[in-house]
């Protein structure tokens, strides 16, 4: 079956770094997603790996292991407002997005 | 990035009538576009996929009766919740994407049956 496996909640401290991690098992692979969404609002985009490697975007970076089927978001120098829920989605072979439960990250001053 | 405008975003119906929400890309065509439901603190859940001018494909255990799909043009997608109850109050949410791999969200509706 395809699964999704990510952390349900986490607490960080502002300024620091904070690594959600995401494991996947899907009929295929075509690349893995993750969106931040704040409470009460649709998800917004926020990376996307198909190769091996880190990714880094500003404070956000984004790794992908396809052999071990993992993936890791690390936000650094946190923000007030990177408290939200981070939705890791891997795309099987139809194309279609795989979604897991969402880590809720809590930021405290 | 590319615009997926969804509206309403916020809707309260009494229970039994229909409501539609529309899902329009702005500045792209959209070949495919994404209906999901989401409930309070859980993921997203896919109710159906829509291919412009076809019929959408729904997911085990989505009326399709009852949640009516019509994808009519290359920037429009409309879902039409029917003779809604209390237990379909969620959040809807639709995307679309291009032949591309990154989907774009519409701003999604809260929907309340009352």
């Known amino acids: 079956g395809q699964n999704i496996d990510q952390p349900t909640e986490m607490t960080a401290t502002e300024g620091a770094i904070v690594q959600i991690n995401c494991t996947y098992q899907?009929?295929?692979?075509?690349?893995l997603f993750w969106y931040q969404q704040h409470a009460g609002e649709a998800p917004t985009f926020l990376s996307y790996?198909?190769l091996d490697g880190l990714e880094e975007k500003g404070r956000f970076s984004s790794f992908l292991s396809r052999s071990k089927g993992y993936s890791y978001l690390l936000l650094k120098e946190l923000q007030m407002k990177d408290s939200a829920s981070y939705l890791c989605?891997?795309?099987?072979?139809?194309?279609?997005?795989?979604w897991g439960a969402g880590t809720k990250l809590i930021i405290k001053p | 990035g590319a615009v997926v405008s969804q509206h309403p975003s916020r809707v309260i119906c009494k229970s039994g009538t229909s409501v539609k929400i529309e899902c329009r890309s702005l500045?792209?065509?959209?070949?495919?576009m994404f209906w999901y439901r989401q409930f309070p603190k859980q993921s997203l859940m896919l109710m159906a996929t829509?291919?412009?001018?076809?019929?959408?494909?729904?997911e085990q255990g989505v009326e399709k009766d009852k949640f009516l799909i019509n994808h009519a043009s290359l920037t429009l997608s409309t879902l039409t919740v029917t003779s809604a109850h209390p237990e379909d109050s969620s959040f809807y949410i639709c995307?679309?994407?291009?032949?591309?791999?990154?989907?774009?969200f519409g701003q999604g509706t809260r929907l309340t049956v009352v």
């Open positions: 899907t009929s295929g692979f075509n690349g």
């Open positions: 995307s679309a994407r291009t032949g591309d791999a990154e989907a774009f």
């Open positions: 790996n198909v």
């Open positions: 829509s291919n412009e001018g076809s019929k959408a494909t729904y």
């Open positions: 500045d792209f065509q959209a070949t495919t």
């Open positions: 989605a891997a795309m099987d072979s139809n194309y279609q997005l795989i």
